[in-house]
């Protein structure tokens, strides 16, 4: 009961999320900025208004952005909550995890080849190459977590990740280093992508979409805020203690995931975004966490201090 | 034969330009580039019998205009001189498309805005660049884009993210200004308004430039107090526009803290142009004869302690911007134009002085209230997008020491003359430094004194083959950000 609850209300919190970045962004600008919950009116507004269609598109373009949507809840419910654990679980179902955001990806990267457009061709050429590298490293990090508790489903590694010995923290924050840097690509924000600019030329993530509108927009927009949120509940599952009571260990989860955000906000605050052809280095970072957290477990658990 | 010498603003009847023939102009025209010195302009005029080229050459270090011109009767050719002085590129186009005289041998003849009248444009195609190749991909960009932007037609010839050729076709927004100034000629006030709106970012130095054109051929003696209100007006229109190109440029690397400060510091800045002549962009400021308002002492002193405080703020923000490793890391070294191109194209303005070429009106052809108070000129040697914007906050600094010279100057006195009838079959050439470069009016007028043909030329016709030269072998996600720290006017181009 209290996972479907809690289920509920991660369903409804990311564009909430979304805003709390806006509003960071805006009060660190000197400005008032929108309301937090501005990102509901516009997903409100864009669920009442009509489409266009290209007419050079097939039905792919149509299905993409309810395909996108419906994978990544999916995937959503394979994650566990901290402690309470998650709807579907299985040995290995953090492979089925990672696929469903690919699959997700790739559909919208088909969308968007699907347009003809060159910008569109331009955003999912970038797209893909950027996410060989995130996904990759992302297996690693799933991978150090196996190894440290030697368990193959979500569920289970994260109920005993806190519970391995003293060595653990070095790793956790490699891990934790490697999951927001995933979240900053994932999640199309500076430094990897501006999602702010009107220069399609130097989008990534925004230009695949340019053809789209209405409900469908409305979808995207939903799906990558989730996304932004997933990974934010991966950061919060690491950190949250598995032998906590539901309630108190609920109530830090909510706030170590807002803090994720209110950490993006910060981020787009104080830097600029990083040139195309030096993204891959910043992502590059990301493999080198994880590999570091990875060698760090095999090296105590197999080699070993004595 | 000698070419007619004269300085900035000086008015010379129409007689006195020597006429040469075509093969000579064309001669000397090349030698004087050889030399070092510009070709500031190089336009036509319709007459009865064909067509008078005028060829007027900037000679900068000796503060002097070289003019002459040549006669050619319709359906006469002449050999291009793109091939010897890559400057005179745009100006061939611009001549063979509105007297649809051809010069032989041009690199690569085509209109250059509305097209060529008589010729459809569906059985002769525009032509652009191709590049062919597996794998290469052509990118079109406009006219129509996103963001409230001016239309232009950006089409870049890629392999994967590298850019290898832009094209930039312009022209959508050709409105006929000269020859709304030619039709329009006994309307003073309506001719005032047409300059400022020749390029709407460009107000104080377009009108400024039309009326001072105006006023050298009409003998009217402009107060000093006007001048220097003038330059006043001028320079606050340099740093707005300054400061608003700071802010975007930290805008399109997504630079949140450098968008805002700029931004904010830029209203500051347009409000003081308000409290002067009621006008963010200083419209109704420039009247033929003076100023429309006047700076009354209590004025001056709100300008100038709005600039003190610009001068401190501004001078923080450029040190957080310019000392961000992020921003740096885009801004260095992205769409270079070395000094040798920016020269050999004849680039004006400040992205001229970020490559390295010492151009600057004010020092060297003086007007208004530069001639009172002379400028230094600042350049660096970079020519990147850091050069581009950093030369920006350079001359906002330096805007700020005039303002304050100028209003030093600021005595009681007229600020306006009432405007005479201007003199016959004279010619005039008014040079004006506006905050994007150099801006050139040509006034001539005919047997009754109205005005009789009107050229225009504005920095963005300078500059424009500047940017796609910078972009090439760059990434094209780095177009937004070059074209930005060029920030060069369509409407102005487009005329």
């Not at chain 1, 799906?223 to 906590?244: E, G, N």
């Not at chain 2, 003081?272 to 001056?300: E, Q, S």
Request: glycine share 8%; hydrophobic share 45%.
């Amino acid at each position: 009961m209290l996972l479907a609850v809690a289920e509920f209300v991660i369903i409804i919190s990311p564009l909430f999320l979304v805003g709390l970045i806006s509003k960071v962004k805006a009060l660190w600008g000197g400005r008032r900025g929108a309301p937090v919950v501005q990102p509901y009116f516009d997903f409100l507004k864009l669920m009442g208004k009509g489409e266009i269609i290209s007419t050079v598109t097939s039905p792919v373009f149509r299905i993409a952005p309810s395909v996108g949507i419906a994978a990544t809840l999916f995937a959503l419910f394979i994650l566990p909550v901290p402690v309470l654990g998650s709807v579907f679980h299985f040995e290995g179902d953090f492979v089925l995890f990672a696929y469903l955001l690919g699959m997700a990806k790739f559909v919208m990267v088909l969308a968007a080849l699907d347009t003809g457009s060159s910008f569109e061709g331009i955003g999912a050429s970038r797209e893909v190459t950027y996410s060989t590298i995130v996904e990759t490293a992302f297996f690693v990090v799933i991978g150090s977590l196996a190894l440290l508790t030697s368990h193959f489903s979500f569920e289970t590694i994260f109920a005993s990740v806190n519970m391995v010995a003293g060595y653990s923290p070095l790793v956790k924050i490699l891990l934790l280093a490697s999951l927001f840097i995933m979240l900053l690509a994932e999640g199309s924000r500076v430094p990897v992508d501006d999602p702010n600019t009107h220069l399609e030329l130097t989008m990534i993530h925004e230009v695949m979409v340019l053809d789209y509108s209405g409900p469908d927009l409305a979808f995207i927009q939903y799906t990558v805020s989730l996304k932004m949120t997933i990974i934010a509940i991966l950061m919060a599952d690491l950190l949250v203690p598995s032998s906590t009571p539901p309630i108190p260990a609920l109530g830090l989860f909510a706030v170590i995931v807002v803090s994720v955000f209110l950490l993006v906000g910060a981020v787009e605050s104080l830097i600029a975004r990083s040139r195309i052809s030096h993204i891959p280095q910043f992502l590059f970072l990301m493999t080198t966490f994880s590999l570091t957290a990875f060698a760090v477990a095999a090296f105590f658990l197999f080699g070993g201090v004595k | 034969m000698s070419w007619l010498e004269v300085v900035n603003l000086q008015a010379v009847p129409v007689a006195d330009i020597p006429v040469l023939p075509m093969d000579e102009l064309r001669r000397d025209t090349i030698e004087k580039i050889r030399n070092g010195q510009r070709l500031a302009l190089f336009f036509g005029e319709r007459t009865s019998a064909g067509t008078v080229v005028y060829s007027i050459i900037a000679d900068d270090s000796a503060s002097r205009l070289h003019i002459a011109s040549s006669n050619l009767r319709d359906g006469m050719k002449f050999t291009s001189m793109t091939p010897e002085v890559s400057s005179a590129y745009l100006f061939e186009r611009e001549l063979y498309e509105e007297f649809q005289i051809e010069p032989v041998g041009h690199p690569w003849l085509k209109p250059l805005r509305h097209g060529i009248p008589g010729i459809d444009e569906r059985e002769k195609q525009y032509g652009f660049f191709r590049m062919e190749g597996e794998e290469v991909h052509e990118v079109g960009v406009g006219p129509i884009h996103a963001g409230i932007i001016e239309p232009g037609h950006f089409r870049f010839s890629c392999h994967e993210e590298k850019v290898y050729q832009l094209e930039i076709k312009l022209g959508f927004q050709h409105r006929g200004v000269e020859n709304l100034f030619v039709t329009n000629g006994s309307h003073p006030i309506y001719l005032e308004k047409l300059a400022e709106s020749v390029a709407g970012d460009t107000v104080i130095g377009h009108a400024g430039g039309f009326i001072r054109g105006i006023e050298s051929l009409s003998d009217v003696k402009v107060p000093r107090k006007a001048k220097l209100i003038r330059t006043v007006a001028l320079e606050l229109e340099r740093i707005a526009v300054h400061l608003g190109d700071l802010s975007a440029l930290s805008g399109d690397v997504a630079y949140l803290t450098g968008n805002s400060v700029f931004g904010a510091l830029r209203t500051k800045v347009i409000n003081t142009t308000m409290a002067i002549c009621g006008n963010r962009f200083g419209r109704g400021m420039m009247k033929t004869g003076g100023v429309g308002f006047d700076v009354t002492p209590d004025l001056a002193r709100k300008i100038l302690g709005m600039t003190d405080r610009l001068d401190e703020e501004a001078g923080l923000a450029a040190e957080v911007l310019f000392s961000s490793a992020s921003v740096l890391e885009r801004f260095e070294k992205t769409g270079v134009v070395s000094k040798e191109t920016a020269t050999a194209i004849g680039m004006v303005g400040p992205a001229a002085r970020a490559s390295g070429v010492a151009v600057d009106v004010r020092t060297d052809h003086p007007f208004g209230g530069f001639e009172f108070l002379p400028v230094h000129k600042l350049t660096l040697p970079g020519g990147d997008v850091f050069a581009r914007a950093y030369i920006r906050y350079v001359e906002i600094r330096q805007s700020i020491k005039i303002i304050k010279e100028q209003l030093g100057g600021l005595t009681d006195g007229e600020i306006r003359q009432t405007p005479s009838a201007l003199r016959p079959k004279s010619l005039v050439v008014s040079l004006t430094e506006g905050w994007r470069g150099e801006i050139a009016y040509i006034i001539i007028t005919d047997d009754d004194g109205k005005i009789r043909r009107v050229k225009v030329k504005d920095p963005s016709f300078n500059n424009w083959f500047a940017l796609s030269l910078a972009v090439r072998d760059e990434g094209i996600s780095d177009f937004p950000l070059c074209n930005k720290s060029f920030d060069l006017s369509y409407c102005g181009f487009d005329l």
